[in-house]
């Protein structure tokens, strides 16, 4: 192996007593830290006249809001807390593998795994709270019961493949800019990075979207149920 | 054989023959949509957002056979030397 790592490896950092903390736990923190601080500082002084900044950070809400808004008709105003900070915290968690010494929090399985937890629970928890237990359970032995099995197992798979859509792509990205690297020199992955830091943006993209319109399908189309 | 060069060749046919059917399936998804944003140019913005979540279900097929290749490198079971 030409100095490549196995990317199902977990270097540890510190231990604090029996708690193992790895390396992408603390790219984590420290990515909460910056954009934690960086929307505190940013939105600290907001004017009704808003400046350069401010310009800016509210094009990006409102360019937030109208996408969720579109996947999620009704109620959409409510996930932008959650898909918002989702979306942002992997743009910047993709990008972040492009500086030198730090790998991405991303490429590592257990990080994607988190977020696709969190999709996992927010799905089901606002179904049931849309729709009443009863309601969302009798969604899943729709259009027959037989179907049930097949209903259960989807919701494990979609959740799984999200996980690994995100790993695998960071991951491999950032495996191929290791083997160039390794095999050609020190200036010839430049190409390849401005195509992971596309890669980055586009998965963010995706596994947001994929998150809403989960979200949206747990919460039903109340419309299209009264008339039909 | 060892087992070694066995787990290489498979790592080498499963992300070969994995990626011949996600590139035959984005190529068709991109050219129908390329069609329809032709023909329906108003409809190019919800068409493109679907047109990426498609690419993006149909391109995990092609990362799955990429993970199932580097499981077999990196965390082989049978290949007790690591």
């Known amino acids: 192996m030409i100095g490549t790592h196995s990317p199902f490896d977990l270097p540890v950092l510190f231990s604090l007593g029996p708690v193992a903390i790895t390396t992408p736990v603390v790219v984590t923190w420290a990515l909460i830290a910056l954009l934690g601080g960086g929307s505190w500082l940013l939105t600290r002084r907001l004017q009704l006249r808003a400046g350069r900044t401010q310009t800016a950070l509210e094009l990006l809400v409102t360019t937030l809001d109208q996408q969720i808004g579109e996947v999620i008709p009704d109620g959409g105003r409510g996930y932008l807390p959650l898909l918002g900070t989702l979306f942002l915290f992997l743009v910047v968690a993709n990008a972040s593998g492009l500086l030198p010494a730090v790998k991405a929090p991303t490429a590592h399985l257990e990080t994607p795994a988190a977020l696709a937890a969190v999709v996992f629970m927010s799905v089901h928890v606002s179904g049931v709270r849309r729709r009443g237990l009863r309601g969302y359970l009798r969604e899943f032995a729709r259009p027959t019961i037989f179907l049930l099995p097949l209903n259960l197992l989807s919701e494990v798979t979609r959740t799984f493949s999200l996980m690994i859509r995100l790993f695998g792509n960071v991951m491999s990205g950032e495996f191929v800019i290791a083997i160039v690297l390794g095999l050609a020199g020190l200036f010839v992955p430049l190409p390849l990075m401005g195509l992971e830091l596309l890669t980055g943006i586009i998965q963010a993209y995706i596994f947001t979207t994929l998150a809403a319109v989960f979200i949206a399908a747990a919460l039903g189309d109340t419309r299209k149920e009264r008339s039909s | ?82």
């Open chain 2, 1 to 82: 054989m060892t087992i070694e060069q066995i787990s290489i060749i498979g790592a080498v046919v499963a992300v070969s023959v994995g990626a011949i059917g996600p590139a035959i399936a984005e190529g068709r998804a991109v050219a129908a949509a390329m069609e329809a944003m032709a023909r329906q140019p108003e409809a190019a913005p919800s068409l493109s957002r679907t047109l990426f979540v498609g690419l993006a279900m149909i391109e995990t097929m092609a990362i799955y056979c990429l993970v199932v290749a580097l499981l077999i490198l990196f965390a082989n079971p049978f290949a007790h030397v690591r």
